[in-house]
T-cell receptor, first 113, second 113 residues
Framework: NAGVTQTPKFQVLKTGQSMTLQCAQD?????MYWYRQDPGMGLRLIYY???????DKGEVPNGYNVSRLNKREFSLRLESAAPSQTSVYFC????????????FGSGTRLTVV | GENVEQHPSTLSVQEGDSAVIKCTYS??????FPWYKQELGKRPQLIID?????GEKKDQRIAVTLNKTAKHFSLHITETQPEDSAVYFC????????????FGQGTELSVKP
C-alpha cells in the first residue's frame, strides 16, 4: 500500500519546455488535488478533481492543465514552463465522504531556468 | 473565496513549554478543520482534525479547539519536544464540492532544548 506516488521527484526545465507531473493513489479515493508550495508560503491549490471525470480550477490555475485519467491517476501538465513556475508540487488525495483529511505525495521539486 | 489567516507566523518555545497557534477563517459554512505538520523537506501530514459539531478534540500532547461563532480554531501542543519543530498549517474546508482545502500561510515552530 504505497499511498500517493508522485513522479518525478526532481526536474529541471528550460523556459518554454513542457512536462507532465504524474500522480497515482492506491487508496480508492474519489478526490485528488494538485498544490504548489513556494518558499515561506503555504500550499496553493492549482486544480482539483472531485471525482473521476471532473476537474476544476483552484486558486492558481494559469499556466497549467490537468487530466484525471482514471480513478487512480491525476496528472498536471505545464505546456510552456516559466521561471515563475519554479516550485515544489504536491499531489494529494482524499475520501471526502468519509470526512478524512488529505494524504500527500512526497512532492516534485521543479526548477525552471 | 475562503480567507485563512494563521498567527503567529513564527513561534519559539523552550522544550517542555506549551505552544498555541490560531487560525481564523472567513467561510461561515466551513465544517472541517484540520491541522497539518510539515517537517523540513517533507510532505505535509495530518496531525489532528475536528468537525463542526465538536468543540474540542485531544490526542496525547496535541489538541484542537473550535469556536465557530468567532470563526477560529487553534492548535495546542503541550510539553513540547524538539521533534515538534516544524511548520504547521491549518486548512479549513468550506462547504464546497470536492473537499478542497485552503491552507493558511503556516506557522514555523521552533522548540529549543
Amino acid at each position: 500500500n504505497a499511498g500517493v506516488t508522485q513522479t518525478p521527484k526532481f526536474q529541471v526545465l528550460k523556459t518554454g519546455q513542457s512536462m507532465t507531473l504524474q500522480c497515482a493513489q492506491d487508496m480508492n479515493h474519489n478526490s485528488m488535488y494538485w498544490y504548489r508550495q513556494d518558499p515561506g508560503m503555504g500550499l496553493r491549490l492549482i486544480y482539483y478533481s472531485a471525482s473521476e471525470g471532473t476537474t476544476d480550477k483552484g486558486e492558481v490555475p494559469n499556466g497549467y492543465n490537468v487530466s484525471r485519467l482514471n480513478k487512480r491517476e491525476f496528472s498536471l501538465r505545464l505546456e510552456s514552463a516559466a521561471p515563475s513556475q519554479t516550485s515544489v508540487y504536491f499531489c494529494a488525495s482524499s475520501e471526502v465522504d468519509r470526512g478524512r483529511g488529505y494524504t500527500f505525495g512526497s512532492g516534485t521539486r521543479l526548477t525552471v531556468v | 473565496g475562503e480567507n485563512v489567516e494563521q498567527h503567529p507566523s513564527t513561534l519559539s518555545v523552550q522544550e517542555g513549554d506549551s505552544a498555541v497557534i490560531k487560525c481564523t477563517y472567513s467561510d461561515s459554512a466551513s465544517n472541517y478543520f484540520p491541522w497539518y505538520k510539515q517537517e523540513l523537506g517533507k510532505r505535509p501530514q495530518l496531525i489532528i482534525d475536528i468537525r463542526s459539531n465538536v468543540g474540542e478534540k485531544k490526542d496525547q500532547r496535541i489538541a484542537v479547539t473550535l469556536n465557530k461563532t468567532a470563526k477560529h480554531f487553534s492548535l495546542h501542543i503541550t510539553e513540547t519536544q524538539p521533534e515538534d519543530s516544524a511548520v504547521y498549517f491549518c486548512a479549513p474546508r468550506g462547504n464546497n464540492q470536492g473537499g478542497k482545502l485552503i491552507f493558511g500561510q503556516g506557522t514555523e515552530l521552533s522548540v529549543k532544548p
